[in-house]
């Protein structure tokens, strides 16, 4: 998740709410057009420049703004790494707040090397899923219109569960109307710190609808200089997926990087094969999935969602994307095979941009906000024609702002929820 300012993941808690205040200094950054058609105000077809509040005119591009600088003010409480690379170390553990959660038994062993070498050091899945996991109950970083409840708080409200599939569910509060901060949700933090890896996510379902903005991703220490990797994001209704990465300058990614992946580069105002967050107003680099209609929102859910891949290792980074269908027998028996996968989603190669030096001590995060500084901002909500998402968010809810809607239509997010089935880490004694 974007963010044009500074992420403090070693702040001390009791620093954890002045974290808001930081987070304002992106609100001059621009809404950019995302690289489909173009966008679509609620009440008429336009296809000139649109001018971003209180901005320039400016064709929208890839994502608006999106404020993500400051969200962990703690760090996550494992001292666990998968690869050797750069400034591999891990980030020391930090105290957190542990409510009581269900008893589990332990995580089986990992299993031996595969044929290709990747040997899974981490399951997280049935019940022990939350065990991995911090929740975070801080203010939103991305302004979003969301309460996140801690560890307590989510169980005994029912907000986390383990269904009789054994799946990790994360849902929201429905109540029709709601104040205070926003709309009760959960975000976790993962308390594994790694540098270099494969990591597998499976979900079967993932929060979707207007006013929604959910993130599965990643992010390191000092943002943007430990990196983040945007695994699986989007906004309100859209179903086509946005892979992304954001760094500290010197990353750049090789100008025929469309033709080693499926996906497509967002073009923005800035160099889009330069990823420094501070030089591009947080644009970064980042790849949409225009291929496949069914990578993100509505229609991942339709087919029962899949698996997506994240490779971390000495050339590169790269995502994939598998639909519930299609997903590679070597992923479902615990022992995969990148090599035979074919091209990626989004790929940012090592040529230019070395994965252990622009990213490095990173932990996957689960979030589940709505409006906030994408999903709710006026060049996204009033607008539609982007992304597989034909008609405006205003058209469809009949609120002109998303803020509004969130508050008052708590039965309309019965579908903003994650059912995940786990999350998989492996490691390689040489290509990591």
Same mark, same amino acid.
């Given at each position: 998740?974007?963010?044009?300012? !500074?992420?403090?993941?070693?702040?001390?808690?009791?620093?954890?709410?002045? @974290?808001?205040?930081?987070?304002?200094?992106?609100?001059?950054?621009? *809404? @950019?057009?995302?690289?489909?058609?173009?966008?679509?105000?609620?009440?008429?077809?336009?296809?000139?420049?649109?001018?971003?509040?209180?901005?320039?005119?400016?064709?929208?591009?890839?994502?608006?703004?999106?404020?993500?600088?400051?969200?962990?003010? %703690?760090?996550?409480?494992?001292?666990?790494?998968?690869?050797?690379?750069?400034? *591999?170390?891990?980030?020391?553990?930090?105290?957190?707040?542990?409510?009581?959660?269900?008893?589990?038994?332990?995580?089986?062993?990992?299993?031996?090397?595969?044929?290709?070498?990747?040997?899974?050091?981490?399951?997280?899945?049935?019940?022990?899923?939350?065990?991995?996991?911090?929740?975070?109950?801080?203010?939103?970083?991305? =302004?979003?219109?969301?309460?996140?409840?801690?560890?307590?708080?989510?169980?005994?409200?029912?907000?986390?569960?383990?269904?009789?599939?054994?799946?990790?569910?994360?849902?929201?509060?429905?109540?029709?109307?709601?104040?205070?901060?926003?709309?009760?949700?959960?975000?976790?933090?993962?308390?594994?710190?790694?540098?270099?890896?494969?990591? @597998?996510?499976?979900?079967?379902?993932?929060?979707?609808?207007?006013?929604?903005?959910?993130?599965?991703?990643?992010?390191?220490?000092?943002?943007? !200089?430990?990196?983040?990797?945007?695994?699986?994001?989007?906004?309100?209704?859209?179903?086509?997926?946005?892979?992304?990465?954001?760094?500290?300058?010197?990353?750049?990614?090789?100008?025929?990087?469309?033709?080693?992946?499926?996906?497509?580069?967002?073009?923005?105002?800035?160099?889009?094969?330069?990823?420094?967050?501070?030089? %591009?107003?947080?644009?970064?680099?980042?790849?949409?999935?225009?291929?496949?209609?069914?990578?993100?929102?509505?229609?991942?859910?339709?087919?029962?969602?899949?698996? !997506?891949?994240?490779?971390?290792?000495?050339?590169?980074?790269?995502?994939?994307?598998?639909?519930?269908?299609?997903?590679? *027998?070597?992923?479902?028996?615990?022992?995969?095979?990148?090599?035979?996968?074919?091209?990626?989603?989004?790929?940012?190669?090592?040529?230019?941009?070395?994965?252990?030096?622009?990213? =490095?001590?990173?932990?996957?995060?689960?979030?589940?906000?709505?409006?906030?500084?994408?999903?709710?901002?006026?060049?996204?909500?009033?607008?539609?024609?982007?992304?597989?998402?034909?008609?405006?968010?205003?058209?469809?809810?009949?609120?002109?702002?998303?803020?509004?809607?969130?508050?008052?239509?708590?039965?309309?997010?019965?579908?903003?929820?994650?059912?995940?089935?786990?999350?998989?880490?492996?490691? =390689?004694?040489?290509?990591?």
């Amino acid at each position: 998740m974007l963010l044009a300012n !500074y992420l403090i993941p070693l702040l001390p808690l009791t620093s954890a709410l002045s @974290l808001h205040g930081l987070a304002r200094r992106t609100h001059q950054a621009l *809404a @950019l057009r995302l690289s489909s058609p173009e966008a679509t105000p609620a009440s008429e077809k336009r296809s000139h420049l649109v001018s971003p509040k209180g901005g320039k005119a400016k064709r929208l591009v890839r994502k608006t703004v999106k404020k993500r600088a400051c969200k962990a003010p %703690t760090v996550p409480a494992a001292n666990t790494t998968i690869g050797g690379g750069f400034n *591999a170390n891990p980030i020391p553990a930090s105290s957190t707040t542990a409510s009581p959660v269900p008893t589990s038994s332990p995580s089986p062993s990992p299993k031996p090397a595969s044929n290709s070498g990747w040997r899974m050091t981490d399951n997280w899945s049935g019940n022990t899923f939350f065990d991995n996991w911090d929740f975070w109950s801080y203010d939103d970083p991305t =302004h979003g219109t969301v309460d996140y409840q801690d560890r307590g708080q989510s169980w005994d409200q029912g907000l986390v569960s383990t269904n009789s599939k054994g799946n990790a569910v994360m849902k929201v509060d429905t109540t029709q109307h709601i104040g205070g901060r926003g709309r009760k949700a959960v975000r976790l933090h993962g308390k594994k710190v790694f540098t270099g890896g494969l990591v @597998l996510m499976d979900a079967w379902h993932m929060p979707t609808g207007c006013g929604t903005w959910p993130a599965w991703w990643m992010n390191g220490p000092n943002w943007p !200089y430990g990196g983040e990797i945007d695994i699986l994001e989007g906004v309100n209704e859209f179903s086509q997926n946005q892979v992304s990465v954001h760094t500290g300058s010197g990353c750049r990614i090789p100008w025929n990087t469309n033709e080693l992946q499926t996906g497509v580069l967002t073009t923005g105002g800035f160099d889009s094969y330069n990823c420094a967050s501070y030089e %591009t107003a947080n644009q970064g680099c980042g790849t949409r999935d225009l291929k496949s209609g069914q990578s993100y929102g509505k229609p991942f859910n339709d087919i029962g969602g899949g698996v !997506y891949a994240l490779l971390w290792a000495k050339n590169g980074v790269r995502v994939w994307w598998f639909p519930r269908y299609a997903i590679p *027998a070597d992923i479902s028996a615990e022992q995969p095979n990148p090599d035979s996968w074919g091209l990626p989603v989004g790929t940012f190669v090592s040529d230019l941009c070395d994965p252990y030096k622009f990213f =490095h001590d990173n932990f996957n995060i689960f979030t589940n906000t709505f409006c906030g500084d994408w999903a709710g901002a006026d060049g996204i909500w009033n607008y539609g024609g982007f992304a597989g998402q034909d008609k405006s968010c205003a058209a469809i809810t009949g609120y002109s702002k998303c803020d509004d809607y969130v508050r008052n239509e708590g039965s309309k997010f019965n579908d903003a929820f994650w059912e995940v089935s786990y999350v998989k880490y492996f490691t =390689h004694p040489t290509l990591v």
